[in-house]
C-alpha cells in the first residue's frame, strides 16, 4: 500500500486560503478607505464652493451698504416731510375755521334772531342771542346741529328781556366747534406715527 503524506498539500492550501482571505480584507480596507477619502474630498469641494460663494455674497452685500444707510435716511426724511405737510395742512385748517365758522352762522341764522356774543375756548362755542320767540330759538338749535361744523349743541338757557319797549327772548347756546376735515387729519397723523414708530 502507497502511503502519501498530505500535510504539506494541506498546509499549502490552508496557508493559500489565509492569503487570498488578507488579500480580500485588505482590499476591503483599501477599498473602504478610497471610498471615504473620495466622499471626503467631495464634501470638502462642496465646503469650499460653498465658502467662496458666502465670502462672495458676503461683499456683494458690503457694496450695498451705503445705498442700505441712504435709503435708510430717505425713509426718514419722507416720514418727517410727511408729518410736516400734515402740520401744514392741520395748521391751514386750523386757520382758516374761524373764518368759516362765522360763514357758517351767518348762514344758518334765521331771521328775527340776533347774536349778541360769541366766545370759543378749547374747541367749545358760546353763542349769546335775541330773538322774537322760542320757536326761532328752537329753529337756530335745529340748523347748528345739522351743520358740519358744530357737535352737541346745547341750549343753556333763555329769558325774556324788555329791551326798548320790546319783549326780547335771550338766550345762550353752548357747542362744540368742528372744523370737517381736520379731526379726520388729525387721526391720519396719529395713525402714521403709530405705524412708523
Known amino acids: 500500500m502507497i502511503r502519501i503524506n498530505l500535510l504539506p498539500v494541506r498546509e499549502a492550501r490552508r496557508k493559500a486560503g489565509l492569503r487570498q482571505q488578507v488579500v480580500v480584507w485588505a ?44 435709503l435708510e435716511q430717505f425713509k426718514q426724511k419722507k416720514t418727517e416731510i410727511e408729518q410736516k405737510l400734515a402740520a401744514i395742512d392741520r395748521l391751514e385748517r386750523s386757520r382758516s375755521g374761524p373764518v368759516r365758522m362765522m360763514d357758517e352762522l351767518a348762514t344758518h341764522v334765521p331771521e328775527r334772531v340776533w347774536l349778541t356774543g360769541l366766545r370759543t375756548q378749547n374747541g367749545s362755542v358760546e353763542l349769546d342771542g335775541m330773538s322774537l320767540d322760542n320757536e326761532l330759538v328752537a329753529a337756530l338749535l335745529t340748523r347748528l346741529e345739522a351743520s358740519p361744523f358744530f357737535r352737541q349743541v346745547e341750549l343753556q338757557g333763555t329769558e325774556l328781556k324788555q329791551v326798548n319797549d320790546l319783549k326780547l327772548n335771550t338766550f345762550r347756546i353752548r357747542a362744540v366747534l368742528v372744523i370737517p376735515g381736520l379731526d379726520e387729519a388729525q387721526e391720519g397723523e396719529a395713525a402714521g406715527a403709530g405705524t412708523s414708530s
Open 27 to 70: 482590499g476591503s480596507v483599501l477599498g473602504a478607505l478610497a471610498l471615504a477619502w473620495a466622499v471626503h474630498a467631495y464634501i470638502s469641494h462642496d465646503i469650499d464652493t460653498a465658502e467662496r460663494r458666502i465670502q462672495g455674497l458676503q461683499a456683494q452685500l458690503k457694496q450695498y451698504e451705503p445705498q442700505k444707510a441712504e
